[in-house]
């Protein structure tokens, strides 16, 4: 973004802000996004923080929203709804000003070919041809007055629950992050007489995905999760989703739901997938579990755990650990549980670096990349 005044004062006077910006293969830097603002004396490096993907996962190998939350006095960076760096005038150097008050500015979307000073560089024999940049959607939203007690749900605040990430699929299990979104916290609204989960709390707080009331996890004021009915459909376009407390609803928050989006749980203090049931290393048979397979072989009702006896639908997952294909032994709906769980073997000969080592699953078509750990 770039101030509207740009012609009559010039940058770095006008101001900017990189909401989104990222220098590819350079300095190692695919799995980072850079969020700064520019401006007088601090126009070189300007003032910003950088956001690193969950396991190590690199930009450009999956959509992802890259947003800001521009106000009086603030800028606040965001990526898939995770806030990762807010800057106020008290940021600045000494003899910075702050130009971001009452200055309009405008939307700049530009890949880049090299650049100078460092760390791009200018393109030389070794730079790749051609290059592109997918641009999904651009929105641009107003903040307007709510009554007290109103739901609030954020801006791109509804992610999948086990990874974060935008994609959403039917049967999956995902997270709308907000405010005044309940009165109180519900740890679990499980139901042992009907052996479900409720669709609603005592004091009537309700998510509605394309009107059909979800199966709630966990409910505060400022997190629920919640199950995504399977009943959704999965052509991509988007559909509204809902946060109601009695009489006084949300407004709707538009999202796009697949057949599949495959999440696997994390160990955020290690920067890896979350497994379970062995040593992770060469020949181990592993657990991970998952979210967001998609179909399975045996039906499933809106928040009833599967069947003590699930089939699985292991010829539609694929994992491949360090570029090896490795057997899965079962992957669909975990029995007992709402969420997916994914058998498998680790490859006799695992390529390692810094005890993590890169793997690729794939369910129903639908691809993400991982950081799976090893030991020796």
């Known amino acids: 973004m770039l101030g509207t005044n740009i012609d009559k004062v010039g940058w770095p006077?006008?101001?900017?802000?990189?909401?989104?910006?990222?220098?590819?293969?350079?300095?190692?830097?695919?799995?980072?996004?850079?969020?700064?603002?520019?401006?007088?004396?601090?126009?070189?490096?300007?003032?910003?923080?950088?956001?690193?993907?969950?396991?190590?996962?690199?930009?450009?190998?999956?959509?992802?929203?890259?947003?800001?939350?521009?106000?009086?006095?603030?800028?606040?960076?965001?990526?898939?709804?995770?806030?990762?760096?807010?800057?106020?005038?008290?940021?600045?150097?000494?003899?910075?000003?702050?130009?971001?008050?009452?200055?309009?500015?405008?939307?700049?979307?530009?890949?880049?070919?090299?650049?100078?000073?460092?760390?791009?560089?200018?393109?030389?024999?070794?730079?790749?041809?051609?290059?592109?940049?997918?641009?999904?959607?651009?929105?641009?939203?107003?903040?307007?007055?709510?009554?007290?007690?109103?739901?609030?749900?954020?801006?791109?605040?509804?992610?999948?629950?086990?990874?974060?990430?935008?994609?959403?699929?039917?049967?999956?299990?995902?997270t709308v992050y907000g405010s005044n979104l309940a009165e109180g916290t519900y740890p679990s609204t499980f139901n042992a007489q009907t052996g479900s989960f409720a669709t609603s709390t005592p004091s009537g707080v309700v998510i509605a995905v394309n009107g059909v009331p979800a199966p709630l996890t966990y409910v505060s004021p400022t997190q629920i999760n919640f199950q995504v009915p399977w009943a959704t459909p999965a052509t991509g376009n988007p559909v509204g989703v809902t946060v109601a407390r009695g009489a006084s609803a949300s407004f709707a928050e538009p999202v796009a739901f697949s057949v599949a989006a495959p999440g696997i749980f994390q160990d955020y203090s290690a920067g890896t997938a979350l497994v379970t049931g062995c040593i992770p290393k060469s020949g181990a048979a592993c657990v991970m579990w998952g979210n967001g397979f998609g179909p399975v072989a045996t039906g499933l009702l809106d928040g009833t755990p599967a069947p003590l006896v699930a089939n699985p639908v292991t010829g539609?997952?694929?994992?491949?650990?360090?570029?090896?294909?490795?057997?899965?032994?079962?992957?669909?709906?975990?029995?007992?549980?709402?969420?997916?769980?994914?058998?498998?073997?680790?490859?006799?000969?695992?390529?390692?670096?810094?005890?993590?080592?890169?793997?690729?699953?794939?369910?129903?078509?639908?691809?993400?990349?991982?950081?799976?750990?090893?030991?020796?």
Request: a negative charge; glycine letters at 14%; proline letters at 8%.
């Open 316 to 376: 539609s997952c694929q994992l491949t650990i360090g570029g090896v294909p490795t057997q899965v032994g079962y992957c669909g709906s975990a029995p007992g549980l709402v969420i997916d769980q994914l058998n498998f073997s680790y490859p006799l000969t695992i390529p390692e670096t810094g005890g993590k080592v890169s793997a690729v699953l794939v369910v129903n078509g639908a691809s993400i990349n991982l950081a799976l750990p090893v030991v020796r």
């Open 13 to 174: 006077n006008c101001g900017e802000i990189d909401i989104m910006e990222n220098f590819g293969v350079t300095a190692n830097d695919a799995a980072l996004n850079h969020g700064t603002i520019h401006g007088p004396n601090y126009a070189g490096a300007g003032v910003g923080a950088n956001y690193t993907l969950p396991g190590g996962a690199k930009l450009a190998d999956d959509y992802h929203i890259y947003a800001v939350n521009w106000g009086p006095g603030s800028v606040e960076f965001l990526v898939d709804g995770v806030s990762y760096f807010k800057t106020t005038p008290a940021s600045l150097p000494s003899g910075g000003t702050w130009v971001f008050d009452n200055n309009p500015m405008f939307l700049l979307l530009n890949l880049a070919v090299g650049g100078s000073p460092a760390p791009v560089g200018y393109p030389n024999a070794t730079t790749t041809f051609p290059q592109q940049m997918l641009v999904d959607y651009v929105r641009v939203y107003q903040q307007v007055a709510l009554a007290s007690g109103t739901p609030n749900i954020s801006p791109n605040g509804i992610v999948d629950a086990a990874l974060g990430g935008v994609n959403l699929a039917a049967g999956g299990l995902a």
